[in-house]
DNA sequence: CTTCCTGCAAAAGTTTTGCATTAAC
DNA sequence: GTTAATGCAAAACTTTTGCAGGAAG
């Protein structure tokens, strides 16, 4: 499920709008350089993609549109934060992470494995007090090219 | 799975001097704290029951300790790391994750649930050119304390 | 007596904030 | 016009590092 560009924009907009802020040129550079990568991205690409936006913005505008529920953070082990788009405008996915270079890809599970841990997190919270309200899946290991790589 | 205290210490022992490392005071302190804790803990709580250790050489210690396979550091989405024993001397499990509050707490899943998650994992890794070693799993939501309280 | 560990203080890296200016509505 | 967004610089925070002294084997 990816949206086409205008459909994301469009969506971006609103979502903002609904917190009383506005889709200016930056936002809009961030949602596009998220919007066309296939996998979550650093502040250091971001700032690539975003040209001429300071950093502080940066940081300040992917604030507001996680708040707005149009961008997602997250953390993989490296240290450095990644953003992609929230879920419902990517489609739910999981994450392949490699733990040598930090590199990150998206891929989809199988519908019946999502719904079993969809079921377990159901049970599990109610057992744990919790209201589960999703899921991260993360499978971690060694990308193509650090496969052959020693570790010292 | 929870090792017996001695068991642990006789263990993390054993794994650091095949690092050339010695098992002293401060180390033996925070492998305590983690071996009688049933969740990942952050640096401001080990500090705590460390008594005395310098924050460096708690970040440092526990440097040795997850190179020599004695813990594990996680990032769960607050920005701050927690540490928690290596999966081999606490059985594998995952994580009930607050977004509020930031707690985590340790749960196991089904090992049929798990079988099917490792099945996955090598298929899709094999299709991406990456070995999988192994997966995380975070249910992430509200905590008891945190389910009553507005967001904003 | 050699190697490793410790604490302190300083540095590094990422992320956040204050403030004056500029842009959006 | 009023409110919000931007850039710059400075601050905050977690984590890492340099170095001199101390402990372990």
Request: charged fraction near 30%.
């Amino acid at each position: 499920m990816r949206l086409a560009p205008d459909e994301l924009h469009r969506t971006a907009d609103e979502r903002l709008r609904r917190d009383g802020q506005r889709y200016t040129a930056g936002r809009r550079a961030l949602v596009q350089a998220l919007g066309s990568s296939d996998r979550p991205v650093t502040m250091a690409e971001l700032l690539d993609c975003a040209d001429g936006l300071a950093q502080s913005s940066a940081y300040r505008n992917l604030a507001v549109l996680e708040e707005a529920g149009v961008v997602h953070r997250l953390l993989t082990g490296d240290d450095t934060a990644r953003y992609e788009l929230a879920e419902d405008l990517t489609g739910h996915h999981h994450h392949l992470v490699c733990t040598r270079c930090g590199a990150v890809l998206d891929v989809e599970v199988p519908a019946e494995l999502e719904a079993a841990i969809g079921r377990l997190a159901a049970s599990i919270g109610s057992e744990a007090g919790f209201r589960v309200d999703g899921h991260r899946l993360d499978l971690v290991g060694r990308c193509g090219g650090c496969r052959a790589v020693a570790d010292a």
